[in-house]
């Protein structure tokens, strides 16, 4: 193992006040003035569609995450922490450009052949840490496109992560439920066969290909809503494939699959500061546990592979520490938005769900304006550096681009993204003030303990997955200190608050909330 200095910089302004010394005064060439800067490993993970309520830390008390909980319990554990979209596209450019997503009016849930939705000349967080020195991996889900719109999936696929930072990358393009179901390293298909090459369409089927629609009879999974197009490994995807059989990935090995790149990237970069960004697939459907976790929640599948994620987490924490690195290594934990049961299969999500409440005490879910929708499990941890604290600050994740920039020691930083590194080691409890909220394009807005939902049109439920969205023809007003679940629309008896709400809102926001149209203020 190489020394510690090794994975040190000296500072150019260090080495530079060195030879002027030098030249001017013998005497100074004893000792060289030596910067040193110390720059810890980032890990950040981010689970898929985890709850509020779905961490034993959180207050779960049927589901058991003991290896999230030790990172919780050791580090701080944020009751007011945020993805920045209740859905994952949007949330996770939030995350990697500190921008709020609205902002990017393409950031919405994309299907797999969507172009990059990140500009390759847009600052992101693996970016900035690539300026001071860091290698950066991310391994897991992507989900911000690939390319620019007609993507050759034989070929080197790009712009993708390579493009906007990451200098390893190991990813799904999409998600799980959507094609093409094959993993991609470094912008090539994983295990292509090039006499198969590989099609994607998301509008028509290739002729003679089965489809979960008209052939039933070839699934394992049953599809309840959407989610009836190509059939790979039995089970009904988003959108249509043809080729690549070599490269299709079988789902029950995704998570040891993606465990296992995250811990070889760790090893391989042990001796230099790195990033790892390692996004899970769990517990979004399709929820296909490894065997070894097939009943072990008690609650079917999606139960089973949040235990799969709290193990594969866990093996993670072991790496760090048989590699000598966890005192060295600041973790983040997160979810890229709230929780939903039935996500479109019949996989027993619904049924088996028992006393188990994903969203804890929050109202709503996936896709929901209401609190549930964003506010995530959001953790940070670092041994020996961070004490173990619950904190109430208001924190999202897009502050984590400038946070880490400012633990870095770079001078970047975006508007939207507010520096709240010292709240992120536990040192203060003074977060955010205000927080726009977003749900599949429509926006609301958080300022100390007030939410403010603007009117939208549009089914006050999703009635497919049984989830509360938030919309409704009036202003709604919740003061989350006296009413966390929000149960009492307080727009009416708080009519200034109310006005003072949609001033501070608008004065970020515009007056155009969203895509969905606004009614009349009554
Ligand atoms: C929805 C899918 C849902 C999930 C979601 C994206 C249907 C009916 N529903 O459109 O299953 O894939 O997109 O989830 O197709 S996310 O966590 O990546 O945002
Ligand atoms: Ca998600």
Redesign the pocket.
């Known amino acids: 193992m190489l020394s510690k200095s090794f994975r040190s910089r000296y500072l150019l302004l260090g080495l530079i006040s060195f030879c002027i010394a030098c030249s001017t005064n013998p005497a100074a060439q004893e000792k060289p003035v030596e910067a040193e800067k110390d720059l810890p490993n980032i890990v950040f993970i981010y689970a ?2 985890l709850g509020y309520g779905d961490v034993g830390a959180y207050g779960a008390t049927e589901m058991k995450t003991p290896n999230i909980d030790r990172l919780a319990n050791g580090g701080v554990r944020f009751t007011n922490g945020y993805a920045s979209s209740a ?3 949007p949330s996770r450019y939030a995350l990697l450009t500190g921008q709020y997503p609205w902002r990017n009016k393409r950031a919405k ?1 994309l299907p797999g052949t969507a172009p990059l939705l990140i500009d390759t000349a847009q600052l992101t967080l693996p970016k900035l840490l690539s300026e001071e020195g860091y290698h950066t991996g991310i391994v897991g889900k992507w ?1 911000l496109g690939l390319g620019h719109g007609n993507v050759n999936w034989n070929e080197r696929i790009g712009p993708g992560p390579n493009e906007v930072g990451f200098d390893y990358s190991y990813i799904m393009a999409a ?1 799980q ?1 959507r094609v093409p179901t094959v993993y991609i390293e470094d912008g090539h298909v994983v295990r292509l066969d090039p006499e198969d090459p590989i099609q994607i369409d998301y509008k028509k089927n290739f002729e003679g290909e089965p489809t979960g629609k008209d052939n039933p009879e070839l699934l394992k999974l049953k599809w309840h ?3 009836n197009s190509s059939i790979v490994n039995g089970i009904p995807r ?1 959108g249509f494939m043809k080729g690549g059989e070599t490269a299709k990935w079988v789902d029950e090995n995704m998570a040891d699959t993606f465990l296992v790149r995250a811990q070889d990237y760790i090893k391989a970069h042990r001796e230099e500061p790195f990033f790892l960004y390692y996004a899970l697939q769990q517990p ?2 399709p929820r296909t546990p490894h065997d070894r976790f097939v009943g072990t929640s008690g609650m079917g599948p999606r139960g089973d592979v949040i235990v799969e994620a709290d193990w594969c987490i866990g093996e993670l924490i072991k790496t760090l520490e048989e590699e000598g690195l966890l005192e060295n290594t600041l973790i983040v934990l997160s979810s ?2 709230g929780p939903v049961l039935n ?2 299969y019949y996989d027993d999500a619904v049924e088996k769900i028992g006393d188990h409440t994903p969203s804890g005490p929050l109202r709503g879910g996936k896709y929901s304006l209401f609190e549930a929708g964003t506010r995530v499990p959001f953790i940070s941890y670092w041994k020996g550096k961070i004490e173990p604290h619950v904190s109430d600050a208001m924190i999202s994740q897009i502050d984590l681009l400038t946070s880490i920039a400012s633990l870095a020691g770079s001078a970047h930083k975006v508007d939207d993204s507010q520096d709240l590194l010292s709240v992120l080691m536990g040192k203060s409890d003074v977060g955010r003030d205000e927080l726009i909220l977003e749900a599949t394009t429509r926006t609301a807005f958080r300022k100390g303990d007030w939410v403010l939902i603007p009117p939208y049109k549009g089914p006050a439920k999703n009635k497919q997955v049984n989830i509360e969205l938030g919309n409704h023809a009036d202003f709604q007003l919740y003061n989350l200190k006296e009413d966390l679940s929000q149960q009492n629309n307080l727009a009416h008896s708080q009519a200034d608050k109310l006005q003072e709400m949609i001033a501070a809102f608008e004065a970020i926001r515009g007056t155009d909330y969203g895509s969905i149209q606004q009614l009349e203020l009554k």
Request: net charge negative; charged share 25%.
């Open positions: 898929d569609d859905t994952c596209s849930i989900h998600t439920d809503h959407g989610h988003i979004h459907v890229d938005n996500d479109g």
